[in-house]
């Protein structure tokens, strides 16, 4: 579940993501009915690293909620250490951040999982370079960090999660629509893929990446999870984005600055 955001723009790297956690609970009982679906709103799921050489890097991540029985946050102070004290490229970062999960995910994880992967986006800045690198992989099924908007002049969007309301803002449909369209018509996955490809430019919302500001960037990335919030809470279905909104942008000469946080409180009645 969840929705996490990563925008590369010419002036920096913005990462967001929801604090939501969204579990199955099973009944003790098996003629109980199906399992309970449960939300916990707290979670950290934009990750940083501690230590000063490791400040120009972060991560969101989405989808499955849990390795074993923790989330990916938790294990951070697993991971930190095997850093060391060394500024890593953003993609050793993707790297290594991969393999740890991978292995957790190898320890925790039944052999017959089914279920979505946990995905994670790593964007930040590698050590005098002008521009942002940003860098997806999912655990278990491709573990492998892929490059996105890999050019000197490419920026863009990266996102994932449940995307059924930002998907129809950005690309004009439904992310359910490409599977739709083969069945009702019989058609090969090619057929579909040409015909929303011939689509698309007519139907997305065109955003300027090339040149939004940092603002406008954080802007997009907070404007589609809200969204999203409110929309889920006027209809029927899983809710499972929402929680306070964390926003963080990266840029060449700062590294990692939180916009928005949350914070440990207590709840009284006073």
Same mark, same amino acid.
């Given at each position: ?63 499955? +909620? @849990?390795? $074993? &029985?923790?989330?990916? *946050? ?8 095997? !850093? ?109 893929? +040409? @015909?929303? $490809? &011939?689509?698309?430019? *007519? ?8 040149? !939004? ?58």
């Amino acid at each position: 579940m969840s929705l996490g955001v990563v925008i590369k723009g010419p002036e920096g790297v913005v990462l967001a993501a929801d604090s939501r956690v969204t579990l199955e609970a099973v009944h003790t009982d098996p003629e109980a009915g199906p399992p309970l679906v449960v939300n916990f709103d707290n979670a950290t799921k934009l990750l940083t690293f501690a230590g000063d050489p490791h400040k120009h890097v972060g991560a969101v991540t989405y989808g499955a +909620a @849990l390795v $074993g &029985s923790r989330t990916a *946050h938790s294990y951070l102070p697993e991971f930190e250490p095997a !850093l060391g004290n060394e500024r890593l490229k953003v993609s050793e970062y993707a790297e290594r951040l991969s393999a740890f999960f991978a292995a957790r995910w190898a320890e925790t994880m039944p052999a017959t999982y089914q279920g979505q992967p946990m995905t994670f986006i790593v964007g930040g800045y590698d050590q005098d370079e002008p521009y942002g690198r940003v860098f997806l992989f999912s655990i278990p099924s491709e573990p492998g960090p892929a490059a996105q908007n890999p050019g000197m002049s490419e920026f863009g969007m990266t996102w994932g999660g449940q995307l059924e309301i930002a998907t129809r803002l950005i690309h004009g449909y439904d992310p359910a629509l490409p599977e739709l369209l083969r069945r009702a018509l019989n058609w090969e996955e090619a057929q579909v893929r +040409a @015909l929303l $490809g &011939s689509l698309r430019p *007519h139907m997305e919302w065109r955003i300027p990446y090339q040149v !939004l500001p940092l603002q406008d960037c954080v802007d997009l990335a907070t404007f589609l999870i809200p969204t999203t919030i409110r929309a889920q809470g006027l209809s029927i279905g899983i809710r499972g984005v929402g929680g306070i909104i964390e926003v963080a942008i990266v840029t060449r000469t700062k590294g990692l600055e939180f916009v928005q946080r949350k914070t440990i409180r207590a709840e009284t009645d006073g």
